[in-house]
């Protein structure tokens, strides 16, 4: 594709509710990653993927989230039991190898009531 | 703690005004510093970004200035046009390390009156 395609743009989940983010990365790109972004502030750093391993995860916020990438490309963010300070924008990126630019995602909002 | 503080918050500029966002950070090890443009329901945009060996790279109307010993970047654009309103985002990273995860400001939203 042409860019960096993330699905639902938009979910609305009730507290306690379990959510499947979906990323799909530019064709052949390495490096994925993960941010959040809450409502007027800065994306922070979720995890990283290098293909199919997560190296660094280090910025999950609790043990409710979750992501993998099984066969390098496509990739899921679960949010487990999801709570209102889950709300928010998640945003994914790629890049073409490590330490090259990264291209982001429209991001998906969620909302939980 | 916040790593890198942006401001300021909001900034309003009449066309063909100069623009002028400022960074500072804390961490010496960050070694690329990125500034990203995003627009409503978008997602951010590398717009330009500098490494600390110089102290100042322009690509057309945006230039960043890099002050490494007062740990300290700041974005300029020239001849603000209206569709330079949006959100913009100074960022820092350790490109050199195994990974690259960006450091994030918290946004100047950007609004240039025609």
């Known amino acids: 594709g042409a860019g960096v395609s993330q699905s639902p743009r938009y979910k609305v989940a009730k507290r306690g509710q379990d959510v499947a983010l979906r990323c799909d990365p530019i064709s052949g790109h390495v490096s994925l990653f993960w941010y959040q972004q809450a409502l007027g502030q800065g994306p922070e750093f979720l995890t990283y993927f290098q293909n199919e391993a997560q190296l660094d995860k280090s910025g999950l916020p609790s043990d409710r989230f979750f992501a993998e990438r099984p066969e390098g490309s496509v990739s899921t963010l679960k949010i487990q039991r999801t709570q209102q300070e889950d709300s928010a924008v998640y945003l994914c990126?790629?890049?073409?190898?490590?330490?090259?630019?990264?291209?982001f995602g429209q991001g998906t909002r969620l909302t939980v009531v | 703690q916040q790593q890198v503080k942006q401001s300021p918050q909001s900034l309003i500029v009449q066309k063909g005004g100069i623009s002028i966002i400022n960074c500072a950070y804390e961490?010496?090890?960050?070694?690329?510093f990125p500034w990203y443009q995003q627009f409503p329901g978008k997602g951010p945009a590398l717009l330009i970004a500098i490494r600390p060996d110089v102290s100042e790279k322009k690509e057309g109307r945006f230039t960043i200035s890099f002050n490494k010993s007062a740990k300290q970047f700041s974005l300029h654009i020239m001849d603000s046009q209206p569709g330079d309103s949006a959100t913009y985002f100074c960022a820092a990273s350790m490109r050199g390390g195994s990974n690259y995860k960006l450091t994030f400001g918290k946004g100047t939203l950007l609004t240039v009156n025609p």
């Open positions: 990126a790629s890049s073409a190898r490590m330490n090259t630019e990264a291209f």
């Open positions: 961490n010496t090890a960050f070694d690329y």
